[in-house]
Every structure is written in structure tokens, then in C-alpha cells.
């Protein structure tokens, strides 16, 4: 197979939904806050839209992960149902007992579901509905499920419903029939396809997923402009064009992919195909049969070959032949760099440097939240709003960290048991492979965010932070969420790049945080680190 050819382990860009190649933009990442949002504030309706291709699944399985444990799903997927049909559909998924025979009664069902939501909630548990392909849900249909919404408590929604679909739907509930509906939908989102950027991190994610080693390019930035071009940044468009391509770089044994063979995948993949492609796939096949041999030959003697060891610091303590590939001894151990440092230390250090001192047992158990991420790039962490913990991996295959304080064109600064040191960014590429923690602070009663019409202690501490940003002595809220504070949040929302809807997710929060100085600086970073250590902090 062709991923065996370009030293990888397999296929990259299957269009098969597969949570080891999650990658989630800014994009995904905004889809998936409004969605938990959507459930944590106890709304009726969430509505999430996109292309056909953008990502919609990739968002349904990355919120199944993430619902809290005390909620209950029903997922439907098949939604071209009638009322009674559907109904019947939810009993089931949620392991509702009803008489078959009554099957066709929609106040069996109703009363049935009723019921079910009634104990439920008595017992602490939240129900969720997911339903997508929701563009093909009839408008009667649409008005039933409506009217499950009408069971609630004095604060809270008995039933929280997803829907999913193209971009039909948005338009379908701006119907007049459905203006209920409509008025009842508290978060809604539509996903768009990538931009060129995050296309080109997308390619680089799966073959790196799927092990292609550091520093092989084999989609130069010219085939990925043309690619982001043809598919208009579509997921699935862009699976389908890089798999073709990268067979056909196979079939002609070339080393990476260029825009002629971009051409014909672009034929296969639209259904424009040439008169002969039937000889033109015998003709790849046939080349692939006949030089098996020879390639896999050429492949393991070529000196940057995929088993040859990787030219990066050599592994402390290696014993002699233990790098696969190789039958001649390992160099003499050499002593660890002193950035690197155990995870556990690290993510105390980060702790020491923004919650302070004493470091809890578990600093994720602190006062600050505790957040994980993936970048392929330097470039996408932009500029380094707060210090970072890298997840690295040494030579010998062991986890390691390093406590990144500001990230420079060409190297890093990171914090070290004995203080601060410069390490060349080539030289830490060799060790990280994109994951990375961070800390941030969140207010009490934040949860996964606020809205206009919350209250609470959280609502005062983002109306305070807009108060110290604009240098304002009186904030414009105090413990409600008013249409003054949402005017804000758009506001700051549209200069910082965000998407504007007035809602105070993770990601506006963090962003705020950072623009009222409540993130150490850049500048700061060493010196506060330094005091530490001679504070007598020790990570």
C-alpha cells in the first residue's frame, strides 16, 4: 500500500470518522464550546450547521466525550420519521419500556417520556436529545419535539435538544411556523469549512498521526494552496484529494506529491475523469506490482529512510543496537538538558508561576483550570498569551516536559530548576510532538460559560475585568447579565478576532483575562520565575 511506501503506518486521510486523527480548529473548538454551553445553561435548543464535509461529526463525537456523566443521550440519526415514529426512536435509545401496540399513540409516547425526564431529574440526571441530519425533520415533526421542551422546572429545561445539520435547517426555523422554536434556541452555530492555514495544519496533523517522520514534506505549500482552492477547505474534500494524490505520487514512485498529480486525483475525486482511467489505475497498479521490490529496497537504503535513526540528541543511557534500524552501538549516554523536566514538576512550576505558592497535591485540583491542546506549529500558538507546559517525548520513548515562558522567532525561553534558559526552537521541535497544558482563571459559577440573563458571581467577575480593561471605576453589571454587558463582549469579541455572539465562553474569558492583565507578561516571565527559585520554590 502507498502509506507503507511513504514510511507510514497507515492510510492518513480515510474519510472514515476516527477519534486518533481528531483535529479541531479554532473553528471545531467554538462549534463544541457553544454546544456544551447550549447544555450546561439548561436551553431548550442548540443548533449547530455546516456543509456537507466541515466537521459536524467530528464536533458530535468530541461532545459525547465531554457531556458530564450525569446526563443521558438519545442520538438520532435516521430523522426521516414521522412524530410517532420519532418519539418511539427516543424510548428506545433511552431505554423507555412502552407497549408496542401503542406504538402509533402519541400521548402514550409523550406520557411515557414524560415520565422518564420527571425521574430523572428528581434523581440529578440531565437529558439530551441529538438529532442529525436535522434539514430533513418534517415541520410537524419539528413542532412535536417543540412541545417536549414545554416540561420544566422553575430553572431548567427537563429535555435539552441538539440539533444538526446544513445549512437547510437554519434556514428551515426561520419559517414562520417555527418561530417558537426558533425564540427557543439558546446557542446556535455554524461551522465553517477551514482556511488555508488551518488546511495545511489539517494535512500535516493526519500524516503526523499516522507517523510520518519530522521533516519530511511531503505536500509542498504550492499543492496545499491548490488543494485549499479545490475543496474550499471542506475535511472531506481535502481526505479525498491528498489520498488520490498521494497514491498517485505512489504509483509513480516520485517522493511527495506535485500539482500534475493534484490534476488527475482532482478528475477522480469530481467524477471529470479522463477517457482512459481505467489504464491509467491498471497502469499504477501494474508499476506498483512490478517494483514492489525495488522500492521497498530503494526505501530502506535511502539514508533518511524511515528506520534510520533520527538525527536529534542522542538517547540518554541507550544501550548498543537499541535504536531500530541500526546494528551498531549506540553513542555514550549523555546527560539530560536541564530544561527537561518530569510532567509532574513542570505542571507544578506552571502552577508556582500563576496561582503562586503552596502548590496544591494536584495543581489541577487548584484554584486554576487545568486545559489541554494540540498545535502543529509554533506559529499557531501566536503571541504566547501565558506560559505553556510541552508535552514532549525524549529519544528513549519516555514523557518529559518543558515550562515554556516566551516563544521567539527562532528559539525559547523555558524555566529550569536553576533558572531560565535559551533553547533553539529546532532543538525542542526534536522532543515535542504538538500537546500541550496550560492554566488559566476562571471565575466561581463560570461552568463553560455566561450569557446575557445569567447570574451569579461570575457575571461580576467578567463585568470587573471589562471595568479594569477599560479603566472604568464602575463595571457595567453587577451579579446579572445585562444587554450593556453583551454589547461589550461583542465588542471585544470583534476586535480580538472572535466569533461575535455575546456569549462569555472559554475562549473570550481567556482572551479577556490576558487584555485586563491578569497574565503575567511576556517581559515578567523570567524574573517572576527567578523569584521563585530564590524564594526556594524547587518544581
Known amino acids: 500500500m502507498y502509506y507503507q511506501y511513504f514510511g507510514l503506518r497507515e492510510a492518513p486521510f480515510s474519510i472514515a470518522v476516527n477519534p486518533r486523527y481528531l483535529f479541531m480548529s479554532h473553528r471545531h473548538r467554538d462549534a463544541l464550546a457553544h454546544l456544551l454551553y447550549g447544555v450546561g445553561a439548561g436551553g431548550a435548543f442548540i443548533v449547530l450547521t455546516g456543509e456537507v464535509g466541515t466537521g459536524k461529526t467530528t464536533i458530535n463525537r468530541a461532545l459525547l466525550e465531554q457531556l458530564p456523566e450525569d446526563a443521558d443521550i438519545a442520538i438520532v440519526l435516521n430523522p426521516a420519521l414521522d412524530s410517532a415514529e420519532l418519539l418511539a426512536t427516543v424510548c428506545d435509545e433511552l431505554g423507555i419500556a412502552y407497549d408496542r401496540g401503542d406504538a402509533t399513540s402519541l400521548k ?28 430533513h425533520l418534517a415541520v410537524p415533526v419539528l413542532e412535536q419535539i417543540r412541545l ?7 430553572s431548567d429545561k427537563l429535555l435539552h435538544i441538539i440539533l444538526i445539520g446544513q445549512p437547510e435547517l437554519a434556514a428551515m426555523l426561520q419559517r414562520p411556523e417555527l418561530r417558537q422554536l426558533n425564540q427557543r434556541v439558546t446557542a446556535r452555530y455554524n461551522l465553517e469549512p477551514l482556511s488555508l492555514a488551518e488546511t495545511g495544519a489539517y494535512i500535516r496533523h493526519r500524516l503526523q498521526v499516522a507517523g510520518l517522520g519530522p521533516g519530511t514534506e511531503l505536500f509542498p505549500p504550492r499543492v496545499v494552496r491548490a488543494i485549499h482552492r479545490h475543496s474550499h477547505g471542506v475535511p472531506r474534500l ?56 525495488l522500492v521497498a529496497l530503494a526505501w530502506w537504503a535511502m539514508p533518511g529512510g524511515k528506520d534510520q535513526p533520527i538525527a536529534a540528541a542522542p538517547a540518554p543511557g541507550a544501550a548498543a543496537g537499541e535504536l531500530r534500524g541500526s546494528e551498531e552501538a549506540s553513542p555514550p549516554a549523555l546527560p539530560s538538558p536541564p530544561w527537561l523536566l518530569p510532567p509532574e514538576a513542570a505542571l507544578r512550576g506552571l502552577y508556582a508561576l500563576q496561582g503562586g505558592t503552596p502548590v496544591p497535591d494536584d495543581p489541577c485540583a487548584g484554584t486554576l483550570r487545568c486545559e489541554r491542546g494540540r498545535a502543529d506549529t509554533w506559529q499557531e500558538f501566536g503571541p504566547l498569551e501565558r506560559p505553556l507546559l510541552l508535552e514532549l517525548v525524549t529519544p528513549e520513548r519516555f514523557a518529559a516536559s ?51 440573563g445569567d ?3 461570575a457575571v461580576r467577575a467578567v463585568a470587573e475585568r471589562f471595568a479594569r480593561l477599560d479603566k ?68
Open 402 to 452: 518543558a515550562l515554556l515562558l516566551v516563544l521567539g522567532e527562532r528559539s525559547a525561553t523555558l524555566a529550569t530548576r536553576e533558572g531560565v534558559a535559551t533553547v533553539p526552537l529546532a532543538v525542542l521541535a526534536s522532543y515535542w510532538r504538538g500537546g500541550y497544558r496550560y492554566l488559566w482563571d476562571a471565575p466561581d459559577g463560570f461552568g463553560s460559560g455566561i450569557a446575557e
Open 108 to 135: 402514550a409516547l409523550t406520557d411515557r417520556l414524560h415520565r422518564f425526564l420527571l425521574d430523572n431529574h428528581a434523581r440529578g440526571r440531565r437529558t439530551v436529545l441529538l438529532i442529525d441530519e436535522a434539514q
Open 455 to 457: 447570574q451569579g458571581p
Open 148 to 154: 417536549l421542551t414545554n416540561l420544566e422546572t422553575d
Open 472 to 539: 472604568q471605576a464602575q463595571p457595567l453589571a453587577a451579579e446579572r447579565f445585562t444587554p450593556r454587558l453583551t454589547e461589550r463582549v461583542r465588542l471585544f469579541q470583534r476586535t480580538a478576532g472572535l466569533v461575535e455572539d455575546g456569549i462569555v465562553g472559554t475562549q473570550t474569558l481567556r482572551q479577556l483575562n490576558a487584555a485586563a492583565g491578569l497574565v503575567l507578561p511576556p517581559s515578567d516571565r523570567g524574573a517572576a520565575w527567578d523569584e521563585l527559585l530564590a524564594s526556594g520554590f524547587r518544581p
Open 238 to 293: 481535502i481526505n479525498l484529494l491528498c489520498d488520490r494524490t498521494l497514491l498517485g505520487a505512489y504509483g509513480q514512485e516520485a517522493p511527495r506529491v506535485d500539482k500534475r498529480m493534484l490534476r488527475k486525483a482532482l478528475g477522480e475525486v469530481t467524477g471529470e475523469l479522463p477517457p482512459r482511467r481505467g489504464a491509467h489505475v491498471l497502469a499504477y497498479a501494474a508499476l506498483a506490482l512490478a517494483g514492489l521490490t
